[in-house]
């Protein structure tokens, strides 16, 4: 037992004693005790090893998330060892001239950047039920940063890609535990190619940390977060998807709705790819009570490779809507920050909604399409509130 | 009373009068590694399953007996050592402390650097 609870159950136990039961110590106590964490920080705490660690949506206040709020999503231990001399990005497979480029030779190649709102899969995937198995990640699976590093195209295009070559594989060095299946997932050409598709070796200017891949990483703008491979070691050019477990059955959506807690064969699924219409409510909080008057809403927005055209916002539990004020920060791939001012009249118990709609014409749904896995949650966001 | 219990008193008393003194007491770090529960096969659910991962991990789930052995045999596929004859005490070790009906799981947070959470633009 930890000291703290050691010491306000001693307390309970003592004032019980005295026959002064205190109310307040059944309610006021603080949810467990932080975990040190070195650079990151005030995060949710879903996993230490495995290192799996949210962002509070409150933190969702700036357009670019400072690297220590960025949220953190491993699936085997981080490399133990690496040393930037040493690490080496082979480029193989369906190529005509397969390269091997150091560190500094990466450095040396154009750099370009992108704004990128990076999303867990499995984001929301807490709220589905029934519930499904995985990292029980809630709304802050999502951050966003500005990546930058050599585009992808332009080094598969020095180690010249065969006809033949359909698929990109990358390769990371995370350590696997077991027999455990490597992380290995692979995308299509046609995205692999994408101007916008880096090896980023940097976020927000600065080079990548431990934690988000370094020294080099994928970046899969629009794309779940998976495709984004961390560490990565190895491109290699396939002619057809990659064939492991985190191709199939991992990451993938069944092609027909299905009913909640029913099983899906593999042949009716598809791999997850870009990422659908969202937004989350920051503040106010699930729970707050707050003063009648001027209450200010705000969140975020994001659609993967598609652009936000509007945040509406309910104060009546979905049945009016009224549109909120997009921030003037905005690249294709990133979110949108929305802000609602709203002027609470009455006191009461208050559910407000947020609905994001796309370019696109899609529109955040009031039940996200359960799924095996659990994926790609993005109901309407829902905050009670008190107002007095 | 005790002396130990009567300081106790006065702390609890003190920490009711004065709830500025919680967020003190907050900031006190903990164990980065959790248990499993006390029960039958907590020492053989530790020695299976958090050889690779965290209690946390298995702490948060909230699954059915039919999700769990799903998850027990693909971790046992993955390199969980566990004996054939606990298979079944293990599935039951976990769907009894981990079903549906229980509370939800409270995450921890972690430490807050004040340094570190400086916005930007």
């Known amino acids: ?388 | 009373m005790s002396r130990s219990a009567k300081t106790f008193v006065a702390v609890a008393l003190l920490a009711l009068m004065a709830p500025a003194t919680f967020p003190a007491l907050a900031q006190k770090t903990a164990s980065v590694t959790a248990d499993l529960p006390a029960g039958p096969m907590q020492a053989k659910a530790t020695t299976a399953c958090l050889e690779c991962h965290e209690a946390r991990i298995i702490l948060q789930q909230r699954l059915s007996k039919a999700a769990w052995t799903k998850e027990v045999d693909k971790m046992i596929k993955w390199g969980a050592v566990v004996d054939a004859a606990d298979r079944e005490a293990l599935i039951d070790y976990l769907s009894g402390n981990f079903s549906p009906d229980k509370p939800p799981y409270e995450p921890q947070r972690t430490s807050a650097d004040r340094k570190a959470s400086g916005k930007m633009k």
């Open chain 1, 1 to 388: 037992m930890n000291s703290r609870r050691g010491f306000l159950k001693q307390a309970s136990a003592a004032a019980v004693a005295a026959g002064t039961i205190p109310p307040i110590l059944t309610w006021a106590l603080p949810p467990g005790q932080s975990v040190d964490f070195p650079g990151e920080d005030g995060m949710i705490l879903r996993s230490y090893r495995f290192v799996d660690l949210e962002t509070p949506v409150e933190d969702f206040n700036t357009w670019l998330t400072p690297v220590p709020h960025f949220f953190v999503r491993n699936h085997m231990h981080e490399p133990s060892e690496l040393d930037p001399k040493d690490w080496r990005l082979s480029i193989g497979g369906e190529v005509d001239n397969p390269l091997t480029l150091s560190l500094a030779e990466v450095s040396k190649l154009e750099t370009h950047s992108v704004v990128n709102s990076l999303e867990c899969a499995g984001n929301g995937r807490g709220f589905y039920r029934p519930q499904v198995p995985g990292v029980q990640w809630g709304r802050g699976a999502v951050s966003t940063a500005r990546f930058s590093g050599p585009r992808l195209r332009d080094v598969l295009e020095r180690a010249g890609v065969k006809s033949t070559g359909k698929h990109v594989m990358f390769r990371g060095l995370d350590e696997v535990p077991g027999k455990v299946p490597p992380f290995i997932r692979s995308i299509p050409i046609e995205k692999a190619i994408d101007a916008d598709t880096l090896i980023a070796t940097h976020m927000n200017g600065s080079p990548l940390t431990k934690h988000h891949g370094f020294p080099a990483r994928a970046l899969v703008p629009g794309w779940i977060g998976a495709a984004s491979c961390k560490w990565l070691t190895e491109i290699k050019v396939l002619e057809a998807e990659f064939a492991g477990n985190f191709m199939s059955p991992a990451y993938r959506f069944p092609n027909q709705p299905v009913q909640p807690g029913e099983a899906v064969k593999p042949e009716d699924t598809h791999p997850l790819t870009a990422l659908t219409v969202k937004s989350v409510i920051a503040v106010p909080s699930d729970g707050a009570s707050i003063k009648l008057g001027r209450i200010v809403v705000h969140g975020a927005a994001w659609a993967g490779e598609a652009d936000i055209a509007r945040v509406e916002i309910s104060t009546d539990n979905g049945a009016t809507w009224n549109p909120a004020t997009l921030g003037h920060e905005q690249s294709h791939y990133a979110w949108r920050l929305w802000s609602y001012d709203w002027k609470a009249v009455k006191s009461g118990d208050y559910s407000i909604c947020s609905r994001a709609t796309d370019n696109q014409g899609r529109v955040q749904p009031s039940t996200a399409v359960w799924n095996p896995s659990g994926y790609l949650y993005n109901a309407i966001d829902q905050v009670k509130i008190h107002v007095s």
